[in-house]
């Protein structure tokens, strides 16, 4: 059994391995879209998939190092000038530190090329979240049936029947989206699918802007354009833009809260901070 052929065939190997995950990771869609629509690619999940690369990258690494060790002699050479006196910083090496060196820096200051493969990515992403769609809330497939029920102004009742009409087997409330959605083939999207004609009507009355207003960000936050967060939320759109304004906040009607974030250098929940502000400022 020849030891340094298995570590270059194990290198290989889990290099390809490595490759194809990088390439589903690269693509698959966000983890809570993935796992609300109960996303799979040759039958794995996201989760399948991350593992996958996680264990997988174990060996690869623990392959590289008995590789540097039985190719020690040969890397030495590489590093060694016409006088064959050892010196990292030869031109080969020089070459391979800048290389990565771009990278790294390129990756850390949105420069392309790099960005560019990171917007290509986030694009596949946001791609997937319009044809899948997006959870009500972050992992609303982990919440029982009982609390979605409660979280979304569900009929509890009406939405079992509607899913035992459906043909859907539910053992009782307690159950999770995911659970059901697994004991009958389905994706937990599918399920709310069939139990949102049992949404109740909203109870009458007027209700404020910072009643409305969520303490936290919604799932998707960062897509949402700034007109549609200022509709859902029951906030004047001019009043809101001149708010932001007034904070330092450069915005559109039509730019979303990600491309708001990114013009201001800004995050996300900063932006949504500031609307939370200016919201419970208006009331």
């Not at 809570?32 to 109960?38: E, G």
């Amino acid at each position: 059994m020849n030891i340094r052929k298995i570590t270059s065939m194990t290198m290989l190997l889990s290099l390809i391995v490595l490759i194809l995950n990088s390439i589903i990771l690269y693509v698959v869609p966000e983890g809570r879209v993935a796992y609300w629509a109960d996303w799979k690619f040759f039958g794995l999940t996201k989760g399948d998939w991350s593992a996958q690369h996680t264990t997988v990258g174990f060996l690869f690494l623990f392959a590289g190092l008995l590789h540097i060790y039985y190719n020690w002699k040969p890397i030495v050479a590489y590093m060694k000038n016409r006088a064959r006196q050892v010196k990292i910083f030869t031109g080969s090496f020089n070459i391979a530190l800048v290389l990565t060196a771009i990278f790294v820096i390129g990756t850390y200051y949105n420069i392309p090329p790099m960005s560019t493969i990171l917007a290509f990515s986030e694009s596949v992403k946001d791609n997937a979240s319009e044809t899948y769609g997006e959870p009500p809330y972050g992992h609303a497939e982990s919440s029982s049936l009982q609390m979605f029920a409660k979280r979304e102004n569900l009929d509890l009742e009406k939405s079992v029947e509607l899913l035992k009409n459906a043909g859907i087997t539910v053992t009782g409330p307690q159950d999770t989206l995911k659970v059901i959605a697994q004991i009958n083939n389905r994706s937990p999207q599918q399920i709310y699918e069939i139990i949102q004609p049992a949404k109740l009507a909203a109870e009458p009355g007027p209700q404020t802007a910072a009643v409305r207003f969520p303490d936290a960000p919604e799932s998707g936050w960062g897509k949402k354009k700034l007109s549609e967060a200022c509709a859902e939320y029951g906030l004047n759109l001019s009043r809101t833009l001149q708010g932001l304004s007034d904070r330092g906040v450069v915005a559109e009607a039509e730019m979303n809260i990600k491309e708001i974030a990114a013009a201001n250098d800004m995050d996300p929940m900063g932006i949504f901070e500031a609307l939370h502000d200016i919201a419970t400022s208006n009331c």
